[in-house]
Each structure stands twice: as structure tokens, then as C-alpha cells.
């Protein structure tokens, strides 16, 4: 998560450290028109829903509701490979690059409920490397917005074998689904696992078990 330090810059420097502390980038710029026309359809489905939406509690929901959708959804406005090439470095180095443990927030769009896992994600170079803390943000990027976890898993595979062109991409998701657990079925244990590979991890079972073996 150090990376984040790295975008932060200026006189609201003080206030987003803190931010920073608490684990999240706080991010401000939201489109008032976009902000205002969401919050007009939150406060109906207050009311559909029964609630008073003028009562204390509620007077401020629309909007926050507003904000945390487009928080949510931000990818849409962000280029994956875009992100990787703009720290690209060439490197004779051709073993496996693994980032483990990498932290997935994202949104089912079946339901507009979270999933909430890990990811991890390997390539072997073949004569370039990007910035490890891309790696992260490329997993953020295609996360924050409405996924299905299928569709993660190879948006992500496919965004480095595009930048990179690396020999091999290996892409594990393991996460819980919050449709599942809180309504439906209600199995608030289970976990889906994803996987996508490409060249090597595809072709050589060693190489790829070698990555099983690591993420384990
Ligand atoms: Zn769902």
C-alpha cells in the first residue's frame, strides 16, 4: 500500500497521509452534476424501500451513496496499460515475478454487492519489468468497477501481456462474495477462486505449479 505515498503531492499533502493511515486513498473530485442526478434516484429508492428519507439519519445518504458508487467504479476512467508502461524498465531478468497477497475490493455487477479476496499475480519478464506498485494498481483498476470475478481475473492477465509482452502471466483471485454470504444461499464461508494464465504458465505445467506452489 506504500505506493499510494507516491501520487500524493501539494498542500493536501497532511490530510491525505492521514488518509493514507486509514488505508485508503481518499479521492474528492467528484462530478457535482453526476453526484446530484445519483443521489435524486438514491432518495426514491429510499422511499420505494419505505424509509423517510427526509429523517435525520438519512438526510445526507444520497449523496454519500453517490460518492461511494462513483468511488466504486473509478476504473472505468483509468488505463491499465497505461498505468504499467508509464514505469517500464528493460531487465535481462527472466525468472518469476510473483506479487502475493495483493488486496481485491470489488463490486459483483449482478447484484451491486462487494467481493472482497486477494489476488495474486506472476510474470517471467522477457527483457522488461514494470514497478511492482503498478502491478497493484492494475489489479485496482479493472476491480473498481462492475465485475464479475471471472472477468477480473483475465482483465488483469491480459492488461500485463499486453504491456509487458512477457514470456507468461498467472492470475489468482480468491474472494468472497457478499451476495452470497448476506442473502441467497447465506454460505458466508465459501471462497471462488479464479485463474487465468498465458504463455509459459499455460504451456509449461512446472512453471505453473512452481506459482501454485508459491501462492499457497
Ligand atoms: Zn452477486
Same mark, same amino acid.
Given at each position: 500500500?506504500t505506493n499510494?505515498?507516491?501520487?500524493f503531492c501539494? #498542500?493536501?499533502?497532511?490530510?491525505?497521509?492521514?488518509?493514507?493511515?486509514?488505508?485508503y486513498k481518499?479521492?474528492?473530485?467528484?462530478?457535482?452534476?453526476t453526484?446530484a442526478a445519483?443521489?435524486?434516484h438514491v432518495e426514491?429508492?429510499?422511499?420505494?424501500?419505505?424509509?423517510?428519507?427526509?429523517?435525520?439519519?438519512?438526510?445526507?445518504?444520497?449523496?454519500? @451513496?453517490?460518492?461511494?458508487?462513483?468511488?466504486l =467504479?473509478?476504473?472505468?476512467?483509468?488505463?491499465?496499460?497505461?498505468?504499467v508502461?508509464s514505469?517500464?524498465?528493460?531487465?535481462k531478468y527472466?525468472q518469476m515475478?510473483?506479487v502475493?497477497?495483493?488486496?481485491?475490493y470489488?463490486?459483483?455487477?449482478?447484484h451491486?454487492?462487494?467481493f472482497?479476496?486477494?489476488?495474486?499475480?506472476?510474470?517471467?519478464?522477457n527483457?522488461?519489468? =514494470?514497478?511492482?506498485?503498478?502491478?497493484?494498481?492494475?489489479?485496482e483498476t479493472f476491480?473498481? #468497477?462492475?465485475? @464479475?470475478?471471472?472477468?477480473?481475473t483475465?482483465?488483469?492477465?491480459d492488461?500485463l501481456?499486453?504491456?509487458l509482452?512477457p514470456?507468461?502471466?498467472? @492470475?489468482?483471485?480468491e474472494? =468472497?462474495?457478499s451476495?452470497?454470504?448476506?442473502?441467497g @444461499?447465506?454460505?458466508?464461508?465459501?471462497?471462488?477462486? =479464479?485463474?487465468?494464465f498465458?504463455?509459459?504458465?499455460?504451456?509449461?505445467?512446472?512453471?505453473?505449479?512452481e506459482?501454485?506452489?508459491?501462492?499457497?
Open positions: 500500500m499510494y505515498f507516491v501520487y501539494g #498542500r493536501n499533502r497532511q490530510r491525505q497521509q492521514k488518509d493514507f493511515k486509514m488505508g481518499r479521492q474528492d473530485n467528484y462530478d457535482a452534476q453526484t445519483i443521489a435524486s426514491e429508492i429510499l422511499r420505494l424501500l419505505g424509509e423517510d428519507p427526509q429523517r435525520e439519519g438519512l438526510v445526507k445518504t444520497p449523496e454519500r @451513496v453517490a460518492k461511494s458508487l462513483q468511488f =467504479t473509478k476504473g472505468y476512467d483509468e488505463d491499465g496499460i497505461a498505468i508502461q514505469a517500464m524498465f528493460d531487465e527472466q515475478v510473483l502475493k497477497d495483493i488486496e481485491l470489488s463490486t459483483c455487477e449482478h451491486m454487492l462487494p472482497l479476496g486477494k489476488c495474486h499475480v506472476a510474470y517471467i519478464p527483457g522488461k519489468i =514494470t514497478g511492482l506498485s503498478k502491478i497493484a494498481r492494475v489489479v476491480a473498481r #468497477r462492475l465485475q @464479475v470475478q471471472e472477468r477480473l483475465v482483465e488483469i492477465r492488461c501481456q499486453e504491456a509482452n514470456l507468461g502471466v498467472a @492470475v489468482v483471485i474472494a =468472497t462474495h451476495c452470497m454470504v448476506l442473502r @444461499v447465506e454460505k458466508s464461508n465459501s471462497v471462488t477462486t =479464479t485463474s487465468a498465458s504463455g509459459v504458465f499455460l504451456k509449461d505445467a512446472r512453471t505453473r505449479n506459482f501454485l506452489n508459491l501462492i499457497r
